[in-house]
Structures are given as C-alpha cells and as structure tokens.
C-alpha cells in the first residue's frame, strides 16, 4: 500500500526558513501531480502549491515568492522550501499525489505541524 511521509516541520520564528519532505513507500506509477496544502485551526484546508508531471508549478496567493515546491525524481520526493515564514502560515501541512490534477488527491500524508512564532 502507497504510503506517503511528511517530515521537516516544527517550530520557527518569524521570517525563518523550514524544509519540508515528502517520500514515497513505493513508486506511483501514472501520478501527474504532487502537492502541498495546509489547514490551520478554525479554517479550512487549502492548496499551497502543487507540481505536475513536466515540472510546471503553481502557488496559492500568500506563499507566492515564499514558498518553492520541488521534486527529486531519483528518489519520488517532493520538497516545499518555506522563506519568510510569517504567524499565518502556522498549520498542518499535508502533502499528496493525483493521477487527475484537477481532481482531489488519491494519496495523503500523515501530515506535518508547521509552527511560526516568537
């Protein structure tokens, strides 16, 4: 069974830097897209940034310029590097792959606690 595993979240100040990391168990085979979202207390959850099969990325509004999503194709992993963290992108960050990139993901993670304080 696909399985897959967030890791790198945690606790940082304002306008610091995390990493996060999304393995894969197994190969997926016909995935065209891996992706990023978030949801934080009270709200709903919400897309952040998602990469498709020929590498074209896209960004919500508020971590456009901040955050960069990437993949290491060797390893199926997906990265999201976080710049500038700010209070309001404290929240549980889920990563996922699609076979439909238009459609809800077939596959999450566990998820992983982003927290951004002083």
């Known amino acids: 069974q696909v399985r897959l595993v967030e890791s790198g979240g945690g606790l940082v100040q304002p306008g610091g830097s995390l990493r996060l990391s999304c393995a894969a168990s197994?190969?997926?085979?016909?995935?065209?897209?891996r992706a990023w979202y978030r949801q934080a207390p009270g709200k709903q959850r919400e897309l952040v940034a998602i990469?498709?099969?020929?590498?074209?990325?896209k960004y919500s509004d508020s971590v456009k310029g901040r955050f960069t999503i990437s993949r290491d194709r060797a390893t199926d992993t997906v990265y999201l590097q976080m710049n500038s963290l700010k209070s309001e992108d404290t929240a549980v960050y889920y990563c996922?792959?699609?076979?439909?990139?238009?459609?809800?993901?077939?596959?999450w993670g566990q998820g992983t606690q982003v927290t951004v304080s002083s």
């Open positions: 996922s792959a699609a076979y439909d990139p238009d459609s809800e993901p077939d596959y």
């Open positions: 197994m190969t997926i085979f016909g995935i065209n897209a």
């Open positions: 990469i498709s099969r020929n590498g074209s990325t």
